[in-house]
């Protein structure tokens, strides 16, 4: 068991002034709110601490803020609502990204969910022999088997058709128990020899649109709480930022030699641990 201090969100608030906290795992699960986490956060934020909900999303962030805000989490209780789809959104319409208006787009996702590519003014296809470029942002891997999956991305790997993984979440949860998430197929793409794109935790980007939003000089203040090593944790470790591992979520049912196991074999410890996101 990593030797790190198990602490709750009042303490935390008085060591750091801005806390870029993760969605499922952390506030909530594929259902409803944890319990205590509606009137955490609202505490955190009335001691006056910025608050940044970081969220490994294939949708965007005012879109993830109003479904938040109607399981009852105050609309007041954080600043910003910052996903990796909203990242990927703004790295694919910079100048000079090679995806015209009108390419055809295979939106890997959950509830048919194509936001990304409506966004961008591309044109959905079903099909990897149609596509010019394939997005994975979601997953479906409770219905539809990894080797669906395989098959119907197989033609757009052959074709060398890029492909942006928005939600790089290994894992899902799913009606209390753990899924393959939008990461596990975006790494199947890789193992067919497609190559992949990530945006989203733990990779810099959706870290520097943080950062910039809440105008900190001193990283030292700031702390980052998640549910996941490979995402959160590594992810502030490789931004310089303070990290709190909460066992809630992915991790909910992992025993203390299980975890460590995790934490060796990622490489990235947390400062802290937290048992729930309870103030």
């Not at 944890?34 to 965007?60: E, H, P």
Request: charged share 25%; proline share 4%; with cysteine.
């Amino acid at each position: 068991m990593p030797k790190s201090v198990t602490v709750d969100v009042a303490r935390l608030s008085a060591e750091y002034d801005v806390f870029f906290v993760d969605q499922f795992g952390v506030l909530r699960d594929d259902i409803g709110p944890y319990q205590g986490a509606v009137d955490a956060l609202r505490q955190l934020s009335r001691s006056g601490r910025r608050i940044v909900i970081l969220s490994n999303s294939g949708r965007s962030g005012q879109y993830n803020a109003e479904r938040l805000v109607k399981l009852g989490f105050a609309p007041d209780s954080f600043n910003f609502f910052v996903t990796s789809g909203d990242v990927a959104f703004e790295i694919l319409s910079r100048p000079g990204v090679a995806i015209s208006q009108g390419a055809r787009a295979l939106t890997i996702s959950s509830g048919g969910d194509t936001n990304l590519a409506d966004r961008l003014g591309l044109t959905s296809v079903r099909s990897g022999k149609e596509a010019d470029i394939v997005i994975i942002s979601g997953s479906e891997a409770e219905r539809i088997s990894m080797d669906d999956y395989r098959e119907m991305l197989r033609p757009a790997a052959e074709n060398n058709v890029p492909c942006y993984c928005t939600n790089p979440d290994i894992h899902k949860l799913h009606e209390g128990s753990v899924a393959p998430g939008a990461g596990s197929i975006a790494k199947l793409y890789e193992a067919i020899g497609g190559k992949v794109v990530w945006v989203g935790k733990p990779y810099p980007e959706i870290y520097d649109h943080a950062l910039k939003l809440v105008d900190v000089e001193d990283r030292r203040r700031v702390v980052c709480i998640g549910d996941s090593v490979e995402h959160d944790i590594l992810g502030a470790a490789s931004a310089g930022l303070d990290s709190v591992l909460v066992r809630t979520g992915i991790l909910a049912d992992n025993s203390d030699d299980e975890l460590h196991r995790i934490i060796a074999d990622t490489g990235a410890s947390p400062r802290y641990m937290m048992q729930a996101f309870v103030f």
